[in-house]
């Protein structure tokens, strides 16, 4: 199975978990992806997701100059986003445990 089409479904639920404990900007919310185990995650594909998310209400937005670079867009969850990342997050545990049922029902679990 390809790794990329199961992200696509769900890096929207992943980027709102990043922000959950921490405010981030685009390269900071992409390298905690990474270190959580989505190697594969694309730059554009997470920065589109900002940007979608940000335009659907779900995150806040500000900048935080930087003294060694260009000034950093901060995204934070607002109430919006942290009851979309409830409501996903009931979805999605909802779906793996189908899954994991329908695996382990056939002799098929890790």
Same mark, same amino acid.
Not at 33 to 38: I, N, S
Not at 43 to 57: H, I, K, N
Not at 73 to 81: S, V
């Given at each position: 199975?390809?790794?990329?089409?199961?992200? $696509?479904?769900?890096?929207?639920?992943?980027? &709102?978990?990043?922000?959950?404990?921490?405010? %981030?900007?685009?390269?900071?919310?992409?390298?905690? &992806?990474?270190?959580?185990?989505?190697?594969?995650?694309?730059?554009?594909?997470?920065? %589109?997701?900002?940007?979608?998310?940000?335009?659907?209400?779900?995150?806040?937005?500000?900048?935080?100059?930087?003294?060694? %670079?260009?000034?950093? $867009?901060?995204?934070? &969850?607002?109430?919006?986003?942290?009851?979309?990342?409830?409501?996903?997050? $009931?979805?999605?545990?909802?779906?793996?445990?189908?899954?994991?049922?329908? &695996?382990?029902?056939?002799?098929?679990?890790?």
């Amino acid at each position: 199975m390809d790794t990329t089409q199961l992200l $696509k479904g769900v890096l929207d639920l992943a980027v &709102l978990a990043v922000l959950r404990e921490e405010d %981030g900007y685009g390269y900071d919310i992409l390298r905690r &992806l990474r270190e959580a185990g989505l190697d594969e995650v694309g730059d554009a594909s997470v920065y %589109g997701t900002l940007r979608r998310l940000f335009a659907a209400g779900l995150l806040t937005t500000y900048v935080v100059p930087s003294e060694s %670079g260009p000034h950093r $867009k901060y995204y934070a &969850l607002n109430a919006a986003g942290r009851d979309q990342l409830t409501r996903s997050g $009931k979805l999605w545990r909802s779906f793996a445990t189908t899954m994991d049922t329908l &695996l382990d029902d056939r002799g098929m679990a890790a």
